[in-house]
């Protein structure tokens, strides 16, 4: 039998979310190893190419830039591709009603930043590499965890590797195999719809606005990139829709896609490849167990529709850094129930309440029904109306 290598903290997955908690585990003086089942990432190509774009991009509101900035993670992503956007335009794809907020009207200078997913990944690879206790095992997998003794989990990976630790966290994504060993339950469900991503240039600039249009079949957001010609597309289609656009070629899929433009806004001529990604809502009953916690989409995992999900996982980190840090000052152990507990009090009501939001736009947004389609018009178009209240819901986006 291999010999256990022993580490503080071990962490499954290193996408944004396990990276980012790796990064403020390890600034506190945290021992930290990170299982992570992809190839090492590579320099991102900054081609102005369509294809060269990463297709997963997303929307980070200024106060997760602020969390990324305090590490040294933003500055190291300013070497890349930062998208600001100041504007935001939201309408009823089927009537009039129509939302508009700008950074102008709240008095700040930007309302988020969208970045491709690859770039904030690289720029927290960076920043972890200059940790020297931080160690990462690229193509492994964790495979089982013991969580039999009091303050230990063991933990074996596909490649034979053993390692323990006082806490294993899953930051495995929304199919985490840690939840499934810890046995922490969820509440799922399909959303019975799949987005289509992909680059997009438009025939104008898009002024740094971020588009967005509830469509009877669902949500269509157009989000800009630092090249003032080209947005990311996030294109949710209800089942079965979204078989038949993906199945087009690009000319006729970028003629569907002009099809549902308002005729004001900049039309789209030219695409990169496209993906596609099935959409489910997740969330998980406890977050925690002595010796185990959840972050990132492993805990919860939403609709694109507002592009929160990573957002909510950077706050995640950002708590539990918070809470680990304080326990591991005090001495107290880092797996300790009531330390982990004190996280998820502090995390799960945000996830639920944004998770419940996002539930509530897709039913209303998703009716056909004529009364909800008039009341939703309306709702709209008031709310753009009433300064204060709309301020308030921006307000809130950014955070
Ligand atoms: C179409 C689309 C658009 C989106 N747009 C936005 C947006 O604009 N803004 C926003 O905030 N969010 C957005 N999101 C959500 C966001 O992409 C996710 O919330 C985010 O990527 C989750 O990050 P994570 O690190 O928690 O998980 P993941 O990115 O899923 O990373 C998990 C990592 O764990 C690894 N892994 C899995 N199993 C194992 C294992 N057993 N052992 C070791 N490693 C393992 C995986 O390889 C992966 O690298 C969008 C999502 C979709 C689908």
Redesign the pocket.
Known sequence: MAASEGTDVVI???????LALALGLAQQGIKVAL????AEPTTPALDSDLTAWDS????LTPSSSAWLAKRGVWQEMAHYRLGPYTDMLVWDGSGTGRIAFSAESLEVPLLGHIVE?RVTVYALLKCVQQQANIRVYWED??EAADFSQPDLVSMDTQQGLCLSAGLLVG????RS?TRDLAGLDIRAWSYHQH?I?ATVRLTQEHQKTCYQAFLNTGPLAL?PLSDPLLCSI?WSLDDPHWESLQNMDDRDFMAQLNRVLPSNMPSVEAIGRRGI?P?RQCHAVDYVRQGVAL????AH?IH?LA?????L?LKDVSVLVEELGRAWQQGTSLGSESTLRRYQRRRKTDNLLMMSAMEAFKRGFGSTHPAIRVARNMGLSWTDAATPLKNWLARQALT
């Open positions: 499954a997955g290193a996408g944004i979310a396990g299982i992570e089942a992809s997963r991009v997303s929307a997913n997998k964790l930051a495995d994504g929304a195999r987005a991503v989000l996030v990604f959409l972050v990132g989409d492993a995992s694109p592009g929160q999900g990573i957002n996982g």
